[in-house]
């Protein structure tokens, strides 16, 4: 195993997760129970007590594959591997494509393992920096000047975590592109697709457009099903497919049975899941414009393009202080961008879950609290 150092967003987590009644900074939508699951099909209950519980094969069962290669325009069910989570997944792909000395440029700020690992390689990484002035736009230009002769991987997250930046189609086909040419890999964490505000900005998957692309999609964020652990890499690739394919005999090997066979159940109903995610997202982001337009004296905000989460700027006090005193005074949990190693003074907020009115109804009174 790399010695990796700890992942700074779960040793925060760890500490309030399960003890901390409001969570306004979870990335993932609210969940279901598997009873709620299983009403989508008749005789879905019956299918699940009579499930063998042996192995699974190790791409992922075949009726899972075929359902996830239905998200995709271009993707057979062969050119899905699944995995425990987007994160195995991630730590698979570094291992399977990276040495040390590779270049690898990242978008960021970003999700920690995104660049960690390929640092922990020893990898240089370049990182290629979206800033609120520009509505957390990376600029293209700045990529192009960050690419040496041994990039070997580039790695992006849209619609991203923690911003919800989403890029314009045109610059995405573009930079898929541009790197299709040069030969380096792309790496799309796209674990927040599907959950745009605007349906027509929904980009199209990497690995549909480029074949030297590997797209990444989990069950946890856009249908709110995390405790299933099931994500996967869908790629035209099937050079990084195979090594990544030979390197889950050492992790996972296959997944759970019942996960898999949730998640087919799931994704049979995948727009329905999806559709509900987004009214409560709509919801609660309507609530947040009336909220950042009361409190533009301390806080400013990109507005997210999609998903769960923005990265609000907070004005006047340390953001570390004003999220342990909030999580103290009134068990409303917000991330503090120092997480990110972002220098901002930003904080991560979330708001894909059903208690969100309330946790900012407290957020707002503690605002009122120190301002009085
Ligand atoms: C951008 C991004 N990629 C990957 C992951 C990992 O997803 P999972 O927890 O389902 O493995 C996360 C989780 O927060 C994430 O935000």
Not at 75 to 89: C, F, N, R
Not at 177 to 204: A, H, N
Not at 290 to 315: M, Q, S
Request: proline share 6%; glycine share 8%; net charge negative.
């Amino acid at each position: 195993m790399l010695n990796l150092p700890p992942f700074k967003l779960e040793r925060y987590f760890a500490q309030y997760e399960f003890s901390t009644k409001y969570l306004l900074c979870s990335s993932d939508c609210e969940s279901i129970a598997i009873n709620d699951l299983l009403k989508f099909e008749p005789g879905a209950e019956q299918g699940l007590k009579d499930l063998w519980l042996g192995y699974t094969e190790s791409q992922g069962a075949p009726e899972l594959r075929q359902e996830i290669s239905r998200l995709y325009s271009s993707i057979a069910p062969d050119q899905i591997l699944v995995h425990s989570g987007a994160e195995e997944a991630i730590l698979l792909f570094m291992q399977a494509v990276l040495v040390p000395g590779d270049h690898v440029i990242v978008q960021w700020p970003c999700y920690q393992s995104l660049f960690e690992i390929a640092r922990t390689i020893g990898c240089e990484v370049g990182f290629w920096e979206a800033r609120p002035e520009n509505g957390w736009a990376p600029n293209l230009d700045e990529l192009k000047s960050l690419l040496h002769s041994n990039t070997k991987a580039v790695i992006l997250n849209l619609p991203n975590n923690p911003t919800g930046y989403l890029m314009p189609e045109a610059d995405f086909r573009a930079l898929n592109q541009s790197l299709q040419e040069r030969g380096i890999l792309l790496f799309s964490d796209e674990v927040y697709r599907g959950l745009e505000y605007k349906p027509e900005e929904k980009l199209p998957a990497a690995c549909d457009i480029n074949p030297g692309a590997v797209s990444l999609g989990v069950l946890s964020k856009s249908y709110g099903l995390a405790g299933l652990r099931i994500g996967w890499i869908a790629t035209h690739d099937m050079t990084v497919y195979q090594r990544m394919a030979a390197l889950k005999d050492y992790t996972t090997i296959c997944s759970s049975a019942p996960s898999e066979y949730l998640s087919s159940l799931a994704l049979r109903h995948a727009g329905q899941i999806v559709e509900r995610n987004q009214a409560l997202i709509l919801r609660n982001l309507g609530l947040l414009d009336e909220f950042f337009a009361t409190h533009a004296d301390r806080l400013e905000w990109v507005r997210p393009k999609a998903g769960p989460i923005g990265f609000p700027h907070l004005i006047g006090t340390d953001v570390e202080k004003f999220c342990h005193e909030l999580v103290s005074a009134k068990g409303v949990l917000l991330l503090p961008g120092t997480i990110y190693d972002h220098p901002g003074n930003h904080f991560r907020l979330g708001f894909g879950r059903k208690n969100m009115p309330t946790a900012l109804t407290l957020l707002e009174e503690y605002l009122e609290d120190q301002a009085g």
